[in-house]
């Protein structure tokens, strides 16, 4: 099968998902009016509240939500060939995370742009706020541990990344500097940012960094990893206008020039898909499709984490409600589009069959090495590149997603952590450094509780880190579903996402429990289980409200809570 | 035509990129500025609520200027009326 047809089907799915079924959402479910009074005007401080064009929302909120976990997911989801991920990042995108992610945005822009984590006491009660905290606190932990990992995975994999990887830190830092203390216009710095940048791949290339192989015991990548989190303790406590906003922006830019390069690679390249549909041949390592594809991809077809943001800041800029169709459904269809960008590389970037299955020999040995060698050659192919520079390119595109994440990932776990000091008058934990360190040795203590001293066997974490996203969207689902169904609106366009979500995610966590018990892995069995008990949790909370909800009369003229 | 037509086109892209760059963090770099003026307010006004200011007497010509903030800045310091006697407000 030609890579074309897939990228063509793909991309024409979420086009007719955009044009037909969000049309249908935003006119008849969400009702979504332009004359509505958003937050953003109404309540304007010119702080957190300030009307912003659309384009511009689209492209923060599609930056935002789009990082290393769309291609890191379908990258190892691929492994039971083709058409699962496929079809699941496809309808995903069109029927779950589209509604979802507009849903959010919708709910908050209704309720004075309250987030998710308010909505939740509002809407279902205060326990069921703390245990939203609770998932929140394991996501990011996971989160950083998981891409800290992957970063040092592909130091070690593309030793050609290393190079413009930490030099478009200074890169970030001379931008910062120059917008702000120098008042220099935009233009000029961001395109000789973008050309430093590329050049620096080139230098990479010629000068590979690799660390000593052993130091007090530590192996390569597990070395890179305690630099990592030292790098973003640091970073998070610097200001945001010296590092994270520059970073975010040539971040966002170079997502942009990845896309549209690696599709016109895969136009002009025209790749075959020599992975097979469904694979038969699983090495024996491998979870049962059912239910463990559903949480191992999960952003890229839904994710929880992008209600947090839709409902966080998009909300509160949005200029008129019916943008609400365009910033959130178009976002999660972008953040399809990088996960179909993941599914061809993965699947089409090899020469052959036989290639193919030795990279994909155990469960975790796909995962973004396999993106960035299968991506390398279309890139190389198609617009005749280097195949070493073609790989840094997608290495370092990775990297960048994995650290941004992780610099924002660090600063909001400190916010909570500080805000656990306040709640419980423990006032060490209020400083801003104490609260880093205790959030960044959280981390490491993941990353090497799952991998041991080498760690990397951290991407064991993986599938837990999509059950907890999957909670969080089923929790998100649930408010949506309740506000609607007080509306005397139909729920079941959010109600059956969200039961299909919460059943898979307890099915995962069942099939891995059994697996991690096998596999002697007691510190991920402790942590299935507390994801197991929020998972029930959720679910039992979602049941009560639901039951509350259908006995007490529609209020159809009132909004809620507005 | 075609050309001014392009150079405005320009223009707007790039005040759209600069609205970019801008508005992601405009909230966190709005409060940290409103934290540091909230700082300096507490400065000018230090010498009216008993606070020695050597410098009270450059920064008497400010006040006209702060006033305008001066509400907002006692609502957010969680006092309702003005704390100052002799500096009426609300």
């Known amino acids: ?562 | 035509m075609s050309g001014s037509g392009f150079s405005e086109r320009l223009d707007r892209f790039l005040d759209l990129l600069r609205e970019f760059y801008e508005s992601r963090h405009r909230g966190a770099l709005a409060r940290e500025m409103r934290d540091e003026d909230d700082l300096f307010m507490l400065l000018v006004f230090s010498e009216m609520m008993g606070i020695p200011n050597p410098a009270s007497y450059y920064t008497l010509e400010l006040l006209p200027v702060l006033y305008e903030g001066f509400h907002d800045w006692h609502i957010r310091m969680g006092m309702e009326h003005s704390p100052l006697d002799h500096f009426r407000c609300c």
């Open chain 1, 1 to 562: 099968m030609s890579a074309i047809v897939l990228a063509a089907l793909g991309l024409g799915g979420f086009a007719l998902g955009y044009v037909f079924y969000s049309r249908f959402i935003a006119d008849r479910i969400f009702q979504l009016d332009p004359d509505f009074e958003t937050p953003a005007h109404a309540q304007e401080d010119g702080v957190d509240f300030v009307p912003t064009n659309r384009w511009v929302l689209w492209g923060h909120h599609f930056t935002s939500i789009a990082g290393a976990a769309p291609i890191v997911g379908p990258a190892i989801g691929v492994i039971w060939g083709w058409l699962p991920a496929f079809l699941w990042v496809t309808v995903g995108t069109v029927f779950f995370a589209g509604v979802h992610d507009a849903g959010a945005l919708w709910a908050s822009v209704r309720n004075r742009g309250e987030s998710i984590g308010a909505l939740t006491e509002s809407v279902v009660g205060k326990r069921a706020r703390s245990l939203f905290m609770v998932v929140i606190f394991l996501l990011l932990l996971m989160v950083n541990a998981v891409f800290a990992i992957i970063i040092a995975q592909l130091f070690v994999d593309v030793r050609s990344s290393v190079i413009p990887a930490w030099f478009v830190i200074a890169v970030a830092l001379g931008i910062g500097w120059l917008l702000y203390r120098r008042g220099v216009p935009l233009l000029w710095p961001s395109l000789i940012a973008l050309g430093l940048l590329y050049a620096s791949m080139f230098v990479g290339a010629v000068f590979p960094v690799s660390l000593p192989e052993e130091v007090l015991g530590l192996q390569e990548p597990a070395q890179w990893v305690l630099i990592l989190f030292v790098y973003a303790a640091i970073a998070s406590l610097l200001p945001v206008w010296v590092l994270l906003q520059p970073r975010d922006y040539i971040n966002g830019i170079q997502l942009f020039v990845g896309l549209a390069i690696f599709f016109m690679a895969v136009l002009l390249a025209n790749p075959t898909v020599v992975a097979p549909a469904f694979n038969t041949g699983l090495p024996d390592d491998v979870p049962p499709l059912l239910p463990l594809l559903f949480v191992t991809i999960a952003c890229g077809a839904i994710s929880g984490f992008h209600g947090l943001v839709s409902s966080g800041t998009t909300s509160k800029q949005l200029d008129k409600e019916s943008d609400v169709r365009f910033v959130g459904y178009l976002g999660s269809v972008g953040e399809g589009a990088l996960a179909l960008a993941a599914i061809i590389a993965c699947t089409a970037g090899f020469a052959t069959l036989g290639e193919w299955d030795s990279f994909y020999s155990t469960f975790a040995a796909g995962g973004i090495p396999a993106f960035v060698q299968g991506g390398g050659a279309i890139i190389s192919e198609g617009l005749r590149l280097p195949v070493h520079f073609a790989e840094t390119l997608l290495a370092v595109m990775a990297v960048l997603f994995a650290a941004t994440t992780m610099d924002t990932g660090v600063r909001l776990q400190r916010y909570i952590v500080q805000e656990w000091g306040v709640i419980y008058d423990l006032p060490i934990l209020t400083g801003r450094v104490a609260a880093t360190i205790i959030a960044v040795g959280l981390c490491i203590a993941l990353a090497f509780g799952a991998g041991g001293g080498a760690g990397t066997g951290g991407l064991m974490i993986w599938p837990l880190f999509g059950t907890t996203n999957q909670l969080l969207a089923g929790l998100t689902l649930l408010i949506l579903s309740v506000i609607l169904m007080k509306l005397g609106r139909p729920t079941i366009y959010t109600l059956v996402p969200m039961v299909f979500v919460l059943v898979m995610t307890v099915l995962a966590l069942l099939v891995q429990l059994a697996g991690f018990w096998r596999q002697e892995q007691y510190f991920l069995l402790v942590m299935d289980l507390f994801i197991l008990a929020a998972a029930i949790w959720v679910a039992l909370e979602a049941l009560s409200t639901l039951r509350r909800a259908r006995m007490s009369e529609p209020e159809e003229e009132v909004e809620v809570g507005v």
